[in-house]
């Protein structure tokens, strides 16, 4: 049983959350489907992240704000906690068995649904006969439903996709896959991150159609070799006029890893089922290069497969070898490592995953319940990918010779294709193309122990002055407490949401607050007394900056032992002071607004006649646009300078922007330089 947690858009869905993952994350190639792991015994939850957190409870009233159309349903859960009463929109079987997991995509559609190793959400369902040139499913991943069933959020029984043929209760009903939905997924989400997957069972009908025996009776999908279920039976062959030719073991093989294979790099496939003897080859079948497939289930049951995997690796001269999902952990078993079920897996469209060639982070589909144990790998074999998230194995590589693979998708479909490029490398292999490897230290993305960290506060504030520092200052609080760390916060005015006395789960508070004056003296006494890790300087304005910067060239912070967290002081002085931006600016080649700094009145008069009237003058380094306004000939830039410089000892003069168009991006770096446009506004002065 599958949670999939994401937010719905009526009309044209597909265009809308592809323009979302494109401002997110570049994101630009992901298909109009997207795709969660799955096999025929699991179930799919479907969060609407939404409508859950507008009120939607589990219980028996939980879909009391629902069209209440469908008999009665309950999700029974093997932790013996009271059933969750929905109602059904798929098949009335009376009861269905599977584990619960959850996902983190915001998208997902037939592909998904169809996907052997996944599973996912559909508003409307397309054409199951139309096919591309492989005689294969346009709109699908495999030929049937691989789900025991669907759990949902919320359920609009009017479909409206513009590629819809029928509606998603018609088909799982046409297939014989129950749904439920007025389900809180957001909590059930919650649930399952605390204590793991779970085994549970869908009932569909009275609330007593079944014994008590039956709703506590649940079967473990992981016990069985759901591999040998979804696997081909035959030896199918794609592309047969390509070249080179590759062997592909269909573990649960999606179709657009076919796609992909013989038309974007247009090689001759040979699908074969899992347990193909390589060895004995009884197709007599030439291949230059191995594919893995993903694929459910638990690794170890693939003992044939790793078997012929183990002989293709001993092979003199070696052939290629490229795996993905439960390709990376049979390639990884068959090398001599080992494998280990995760708590609750990584699946969705969005797993970030750090490349230990490159050290660039990427954001992955995937979909797998259990991982590789890096710290297992022999000699000669090295992590390729890690997660960005939990550190766990994303990818394996060899370190002499053409074997490689990774647990994510790269293929999609759906998610992004910012990975398609390990495809290019692998048939690069197998065309005798060389691609060298260089591997970064995996140990570098660990993450560093911060128990204590003093934040520097905004100071004293007028009324409606800067209330976003107060706002960001609040978040960065509870986001620390979050990760069990001691907040001690500096920050004189009492008058703000950060330094309320009235602490709760929502706004935690900091474990100490100093209403003390903020500047650099008085820091550097709480850092004595309290000895923090780390400090951070970020979120508290130009007060908090000015101060962190002081400290960190006076070498104060270094000898202390204090981390600046957050941005770094080198970036602050980049962004503060106009003239290293302009530089910064200048090395990528972007062009920007006149700008210059003054000294005195002096300066700012040669400045101002060399950018032209009018022109804006601020104070440098100050709150709030203190000691700013517009001149428009020098008398009154003599006048405006004269009060910024009372107020700072740096003035700014800045080209008249009134009415320029503005866009504004809201990006998010690491120190990797991995960047994500989280959103943009455009605004008109």
Request: charged residues 20%; proline residues 5%; hydrophobic residues 40%.
């Amino acid at each position: 049983m599958y949670i999939y947690r994401y937010i719905r858009f009526p009309h044209n869905t597909n265009t809308r959350l592809e323009s979302t993952y494109q401002q997110a994350a570049d994101l630009s190639h992901c298909t109009n489907i997207a795709g969660i792991s799955s096999v025929h015994i699991w179930f799919i939850v479907i969060s609407i992240a939404l409508k859950a957190a507008a009120g939607f409870i589990m219980g028996e009233n939980s879909f009391a704000a629902l069209e209440s159309r469908g008999e009665l349903a309950q999700l029974i859960l093997a932790d013996d906690s009271p059933p969750i009463i929905g109602r059904s929109f798929g098949a009335a079987k009376s009861i269905t068995s599977g584990e619960v997991v959850f996902n983190t995509g915001m998208v997902g559609y037939p592909e998904a649904l169809t996907d052997p190793s996944y599973r996912g959400q559909i508003l409307g369902v397309p054409s199951a006969t139309e096919i591309d040139s492989h005689g294969l499913p346009t709109y699908f991943e495999s030929g049937e439903i691989h789900i025991a069933g669907l759990v949902v959020s919320s359920y609009s029984w009017e479909h409206s996709h513009w590629a819809a043929r029928r509606s998603l209760s018609e088909w799982l009903v046409e297939k014989g896959v129950p749904g439920i939905y007025g389900v809180d997924t957001r909590a059930l989400t919650k649930k399952i991150r605390e204590v793991g997957a779970l085994l549970g069972n869908i009932v569909v009908g009275p609330l007593n159609s079944v014994s008590q025996t039956q709703m506590t009776t649940f079967d473990d999908p992981n016990a069985r070799n759901l591999v040998a279920e979804v696997s081909t039976k035959t030896v199918n062959v794609y592309g047969t006029s390509n070249s080179p030719s590759i062997i592909a073991y269909d573990c649960g093989m999606k179709h657009n890893i076919i796609r992909y294979l013989v038309d974007e790099h247009k090689v001759k496939l040979t699908v074969v089922p899992f347990d193909y003897d390589l060895e004995e080859n009884p197709a007599n079948i030439e291949w230059d290069g191995l594919f893995l497939s993903n694929g459910p289930g638990d690794p170890t049951m693939c003992a044939q497969t790793i078997k012929s995997v183990q002989y293709a690796l001993n092979l003199e001269p070696p052939r290629p070898i490229f795996g993905i999902c439960l390709g990376n952990q049979l390639l990884s078993l068959a090398a001599g490592a080992k494998t280990y079920k995760l708590k609750y897996g990584n699946r969705g469209m969005n797993q970030p995953c750090v490349d230990l060639r490159t050290g660039r982070c990427y954001i992955t589909p995937q979909n797998h319940g259990f991982a590789v144990d890096s710290n297992s790998l022999p000699p000669m074999w090295k992590p390729l990918f890690i997660n960005a998230n939990d550190l766990t194995n994303e990818g394996i590589v060899h370190t002499d010779r053409p074997f490689f693979s990774v647990q994510f998708h790269p293929e999609a479909s759906g998610g992004p294709l910012d990975t398609a490029f390990l495809f290019d490398k692998f048939v690069g292999h197998v065309r005798k193309i060389s691609q060298p490897l260089v591997l970064q230290n995996e140990m570098a993305y660990q993450r560093q122990t911060v128990k204590k960290v003093l934040l520097v506060g905004s100071g004293g504030l007028s009324i409606g002055q800067a209330g976003e520092f107060d706002y960001s200052g609040s978040q960065c609080i509870k986001a620390l407490k979050e990760e069990g760390i001691e907040v001690v916060l500096i920050n004189p005015n009492i008058a703000t949401v950060q330094t309320s006395t009235e602490k709760d789960e929502v706004t935690p508070g900091a474990d100490k607050v100093y209403f003390l004056p903020i500047r650099p003296h008085v820091v550097m006494d709480i850092i004595a007394k309290e000895k923090p890790d780390g400090i951070i300087v970020s979120m508290g304005g130009q007060t908090a900056l000015n101060v962190g910067v002081e400290l960190w060239k006076a070498g104060l912070l270094q000898k202390a032992g204090v981390k600046v967290l957050g941005t770094q002081i080198d970036a602050i002085e980049a962004t503060e002071d106009r003239e290293i931006f302009s530089q910064k600016l200048a090395e990528i080649g972007e062009s920007i607004a006149l700008s210059y700094s003054a000294n005195n009145v002096d300066e700012a008069l040669v400045v101002a006649n060399k950018i032209g009237y009018p022109v804006l003058v601020r104070a440098a380094f100050a709150l709030g646009g203190l000691g700013s306004g517009f001149a428009d000939n020098d008398a009154e830039l003599k006048d405006l300078a004269a009060k910024a410089f009372s107020i700072s000892n740096q003035i700014l003069i800045d080209q008249d922007l009134r009415g320029w168009k503005e866009l504004e991006y809201e990006v998010v770096r690491d120190s990797s330089d991995n960047c994500i446009t989280v959103c943009n506004v455009s605004a008109f002065d």
